[in-house]
């Protein structure tokens, strides 16, 4: 379990899913944007922001979050009003939440996507000296 969070509402969601998501592996939460990144055996696979776990999607799973009737995660940029979707990280359904059973499936889905689209990510070039 990380430090405790200075939200009170993203501490107790925390506190949830390290709970629920125990049977899994090591779960952690760094602070990452305005809110946490949550790792599961060092694979970052959700974020807690604004008192909501968004979990990582793929073209296998999205349409599961579509049928539940989540949409993407979205914020507005302050300086230029536009809407920004991220379309990577959907808000889990709240039946999921609440059912351990049932976050353990999708939290290992949203793991298994996140860690294939790290895998498919090119390797950084080294600026030369």
Sequence with gaps: MPKKPVNPIAADLIA?????????????????????????????????????????????????????????????????GKTIRVESYYECPGAVLADGAKLRRWSKEARRASAERNQKKPAKKKKAA
Excluded: C, E
């Design 16 to 80: 949830q899913l390290d709970m629920k998501l125990a049977p899994l592996g090591h779960i952690r939460a760094r602070r990452m944007f305005s809110g946490y990144g949550v790792y599961l055996d060092g694979v970052v696979f959700a974020l807690v922001l604004r008192g909501k776990l968004l979990l990582r999607v793929d073209d296998k799973t999205r349409p599961d979050f579509v049928k539940a009737g989540m949409k993407p995660f979205s914020y507005t940029r302050p300086s230029t």
